[in-house]
C-alpha cells in the first residue's frame, strides 16, 4: 500500500507540476500575445499618421507652387521657401573650352579639382582632384588662419598642373566655389557669410564676403587665380546635369540633407529688379528643406525630433525626407513599442534611448533584407543596439516599420518635385515631343534603392501616364565639384575670346 500510496502521490505531484508549467506557458504566450497586439497597435497606428495618398500629395504640391511665388515676389513675403537669387543666369552648353577649377567647401574635408573642356566635340577631356582635410583647430581659428590653409592647398595643386592641362598665354586661371555654408548672394561671384554649420566656428567671417575672403589668401600665396562663381552644391549639380543634357531643368540633392534648384524664367521673379539676363533665365536656390506646409503628415515623431534638434522650428520637411533623420524616425518608433508592448524584453534596450544610434544606411540594410530569416535585421539590432535573440515576427515588424518610414519620405519628396514641375508648367502632357529632366544627387538617393523606386513610382502617380512619360530623373554624381568648374567656364571673364 505504502508503495500505491507513493507513487499516486508522484503522479498526482507531476500532473500539478506539470498543470503548473502549463499554466506558465499559457501566461507566458498570453502575454507575448498582448504585447504583439500592444505593438501591431501602434504600427497600425503609425500608417495612419504618415499615411500619404495622392490626393494629400497634390495639396502639398500646390503649396510647395504657392510657396515658391510668394518667395519668388519678396524676402519680407514670409514664405518658408527663401528662393535665393543665384546669379546664375547661363548654365552650361557644352561649348565650353578651357582649364578650369573648382573648389568645394562643404564639410571637415575639401576638394580641389581641375577639368579640361573640349567643347561640344571633345567635351570633358580630362579631370583631376585632390581631397584636403581641415585640421579642427582651423574650423575653430581665424578667418585668415582657414584661407590661408585652403589657398595654401589650392596653389600646391596648381603646381601639379601636368602637360594635359592647357592654359592659354596672358590668361588667369579661374575658379568655381561650391560653399555649402548659408551665404546671402550679392553677384555671381560674392557672398556674405551668414553664419557657420557643420562644426565650424570661426566668428571673424561672419558677415564677410567669402569670396574676397578667398581672394585675399589667394593672392597672400601668389597664386593668380580669379573666382568667377561662387555657388552651392545644389546649383553645381544642375550645372553638371545641364552640361551633360539640356533637358534638365532642375536638381535636387537627397542625401544627409535635401535641398533643390532650378532654373526660372526671370520675369517670372518679381524681387529681381536688374536688367533681366540675355539668357532669359535664372537659377533659384530654393533652400527647400525649410518648406512648410498644414498639409504635410507632422506626427508626435516628428515634433520630438524637431524639439530636440539644434535647429527647432527650421528644417521641418527635410527632418521628414532626409537621410540625417530617416533613421532616427525609426528609432523613436521602436523606442516607443519597447517601452509599450516590451518586444525587445521587460527593460528597454539601453542603446536605443540614444538619438540617432540608429542612422539611415543601417534602416536601408534592413529595410533592403530579402533573405528567409531576416538575418542582417537580425545582425544591425544586435550590433547597434544591442538586441539579441529577436523572433522573426518581431524582424518582420520592424522592416515593417522601416518601409512606413521610408515610403512617407520618399512620397513627400516626390510631391516637391512635382510642385517644381507644377511652377515651370512641366506637370501636364507637352505638345512639342519636350522632355523635362531632374538631376538627382546624394547618397539617400543613390544607395536607399526602395526609396528611390518609390519616389519614381509616386512621381509617375502624380503626373499620371501620358505626362509622366515625358519625365525623366537622371542620378548626376559629383555636381558640387564639376559643376562649379562648369559654372566657372560658362561665366568666364573671357567669353567670346577665342581659346587658343
Known sequence: MGKVALYTTAAVCAAAAACAVAAVVVRRRKELAGRRARALSVIEELEGILATPIERLRLIADEMVEEMQRGLTSDQSGSSLKMILSYVDKLPTGDEKGLFYALDLGGTNFRVLRVQLGGREARLVKQEYEEVSIPPHIMVGGSIE?????????????????????????????????????????????????????????????????????????????????????VNDTIGTLAGGRYGDQDVVAAVIL????????????????????????????????????????????????????????????????????????????????????????????IVPPRLEIPFILRTPHMSAMHHDTSPDLKIVAAKLKDVLGIVNIPLQTRKMVVGICDIVAKRGARLAAAGIYGILKKLGRDNVQTEKQKTVIAMDG??????????????????????????????????????????????????????????
Not at 159 to 188: C, M, N, W, Y
Not at 476 to 482: E, M, P, Q
Open 146 to 230: 582657414l584661407f590661408d590653409f585652403i589657398a595654401s592647398a589650392l596653389a600646391n595643386f596648381v603646381a601639379t598642373e601636368g602637360e594635359d592641362f592647357h592654359l592659354p598665354e596672358g590668361r588667369q586661371r579661374e575658379l568655381g566655389f561650391t560653399f555649402s555654408f548659408p551665404v546671402k548672394q550679392t553677384s555671381i561671384s560674392s557672398g556674405n557669410l551668414i553664419k557657420w554649420t557643420k562644426g565650424f566656428s570661426i566668428e571673424d567671417t561672419v558677415g564677410k564676403d567669402v569670396v574676397a575672403e578667398l581672394t585675399k589668401a589667394m593672392e597672400r600665396q601668389g597664386l593668380d587665380m580669379r573666382v568667377t562663381a561662387l
Open 255 to 346: 542625401g544627409t540633407g535635401t535641398n533643390a534648384a532650378y532654373a526660372e524664367h526671370a520675369n517670372a521673379i518679381p524681387k529681381w529688379d536688374g536688367l533681366l539676363p540675355s539668357s532669359g533665365e535664372m537659377v533659384i536656390n530654393m533652400e527647400w528643406g525649410n518648406f512648410r506646409s498644414k498639409d504635410l503628415p507632422i506626427t508626435d515623431y516628428d515634433r520630438s525630433l524637431d524639439f530636440e534638434s539644434l535647429n527647432p522650428g527650421e528644417q521641418i520637411y527635410e527632418k521628414m525626407i532626409s537621410g540625417m533623420y530617416l533613421g532616427e524616425i525609426v528609432r523613436r518608433v521602436l523606442l516607443r513599442i519597447a517601452q509599450e508592448a516590451s518586444i525587445f524584453g521587460e
Open 443 to 500: 547618397g539617400l538617393y543613390e544607395h536607399y534603392s526602395i526609396f528611390s523606386e518609390c519616389l519614381a513610382d509616386t512621381l509617375r502617380e502624380l503626373l499620371g501616364e501620358e505626362a509622366s512619360s515625358s519625365v525623366v530623373i537622371k542620378l548626376a554624381n559629383d555636381g558640387s565639384g564639376i559643376g562649379a568648374a562648369l559654372l566657372a567656364a560658362s561665366h568666364s571673364q573671357y567669353l567670346g575670346f577665342d581659346e587658343s
